[in-house]
């Protein structure tokens, strides 16, 4: 942020994240670096394993490994760190795509790459303007469940689901990009919904 900033004093600084991502844009928004961004876009973003807004097994699309997760934290309470390599959630990717894509992650990757435990708080510590934009489709999260859970949390948090679009669609069909590019102008511009 400090290299892009310096380079591009003049212009608003949008932070996007996708996913697991969006669910790390969300811890970043929520933190004492929140106000280093103008504004934030949470594609999709996974909230926590407890919410709502989770299909069961992500829609077939992970495996989690939760007697391990809870050995694992039992462990890590103890301060014993030496075993967070481990791969707790493993991704449903076909044989040829799994030298190109993140096929697992380990205990310290899936534990930090998402808000906190406490993830309502998270989002009631948005300070800046965010909107959370979810495919009607989507195959990994209930797209409705995002308003049940935290729509009301946050007034610098919209939450807005595309018709027509699945998870990955949001980075990759017109519909979602359009909507991308529609919220991040009006939320450089005055934090006010389109």
């Given at each position: ?165 699945n998870h990955t ?26």
């Open positions: 942020i400090k290299i892009i900033s310096a380079k591009h004093a003049n212009m608003p600084l949008v932070v996007v994240g996708f996913s697991m991502g969006g669910g790390f844009a969300i811890r970043f928004a929520s933190s004492s670096y929140g106000d280093l961004a103008d504004c934030y876009i949470f594609l999709a973003p996974f909230i926590h394993q407890n919410s709502p807004t989770n299909q069961e097994n992500y829609g077939g699309w992970a495996v989690v490994h939760l007697p391990r997760i809870v050995g694992l934290v039992i462990t890590n309470k103890l301060g014993i760190t030496r075993f967070n390599h481990l791969p707790v959630i493993e991704f449903s990717l076909p044989e040829k795509d799994k030298y190109d894509f993140t096929a697992s992650y380990s205990y310290n990757l899936a534990f930090n790459f998402r808000p906190r435990e406490d993830y309502q708080n998270d989002v009631r510590n948005l300070r800046r303007p965010a909107v959370l934009l979810v495919g009607r489709g989507d195959e990994y999260f209930r797209p409705e469940m995002y308003d049940a859970d935290i729509g009301d949390l946050s007034s610098a948090l919209k939450i807005e689901i595309i018709d027509g679009v669609g949001l980075i990759v069909q017109n519909p979602a990009l359009e909507s991308i590019k529609v919220w991040m102008e009006f939320l450089v511009s005055s934090g006010v919904s389109p």
